[in-house]
């Protein structure tokens, strides 16, 4: 079976862009769970996704904003980027409602804000 | 009070030795508790879950959760170069489905 994609893998932007960012789950997953992750801050929770809803927010500004569609693919998308938007972006899928199962990460998307 | 934390390593351990790493929590009701192994520059790769109080293990890993004291433990046996990683707690609370609560991580380095 194989494993969560996103894409692009890396991105170059520059402040005041705007950014969107993809995210495939495994097969038969239903739930997308975006992070962040800096070497400031770590891991830190965007949002969760289940069945086109999202379920749960993180502490983020509204800049950041997500969707999924009916194939369970999600994007994620930063608007107005600042140079501490620089991070991983990583998604999780997991299989069970809201995400209680095992969540198994993506490649994440590396991204550089100039 | 963060929600998860790890000790800060780095750790270094010789090869063939066992590696302790060690978590704690503070919500009394999470539920969930996984180690995640990520490489420099790499995703994080789940090694261990393990939601009842005790002992779980699968091959050089076991993993150990003690609710009471709110802790979580994942202890490496027969250490190998290539475990040389960062090694990551995450836990999920019960009110907060499809979330994981992450510690900062803490850095294994195994030498030959």
């Known amino acids: 079976k194989a494993g969560v994609t996103q894409t692009p893998r890396y991105l170059i932007k520059t402040r005041g862009q705007q950014v969107t960012l993809s995210c495939s789950p495994i097969?038969?997953?239903?739930?997308v769970s975006w992070y962040q992750q800096t070497p400031g801050q770590g891991l830190q929770f965007l949002f969760e996704?289940?069945?086109?809803?999202?379920?749960n927010k993180g502490n983020f500004p509204g800049r950041f904003s997500g969707r999924q569609f009916s194939n369970s693919r999600s994007e994620m998308n930063v608007s107005t980027l600042e140079l501490g938007d620089s991070a991983l972006y990583l998604c999780?899928?997991?299989?069970?409602?809201?995400?209680?199962?095992?969540?198994?990460f993506g490649p994440g998307t590396r991204l550089t804000v100039l | 009070q963060k929600e998860v934390e790890q000790n800060s390593g780095p750790l270094s351990v010789p090869e063939g030795a066992i590696a302790s790493l060690n978590c704690t929590y503070s919500d009394r009701g999470s539920q969930s508790f996984f180690w995640y192994r990520q490489y420099s520059g790499k995703s994080p790769e789940l090694i261990m879950f393990i939601y009842s109080n005790g002992d779980k293990e699968d091959g050089r890993f076991t993993a150990q959760l003690n609710k009471a004291s709110q802790y979580v433990s994942l202890l490496i046996r027969d250490s190998q170069p290539s475990d040389s990683a960062t090694y990551l707690c995450?836990?999920?609370?019960?009110?907060?489905?499809?979330?994981?609560?992450f510690g900062r991580g803490t850095q294994l380095t195994v030498w030959p």
């Open positions: 996704y289940f069945s086109e809803t999202q379920r």
């Open positions: 097969s038969g997953h239903r739930s």
């Open positions: 995450a836990v999920r609370r019960g009110s907060t489905l499809g979330r994981l609560y």
């Open positions: 999780a899928s997991s299989s069970a409602p809201g995400g209680t199962d095992t969540q198994y």
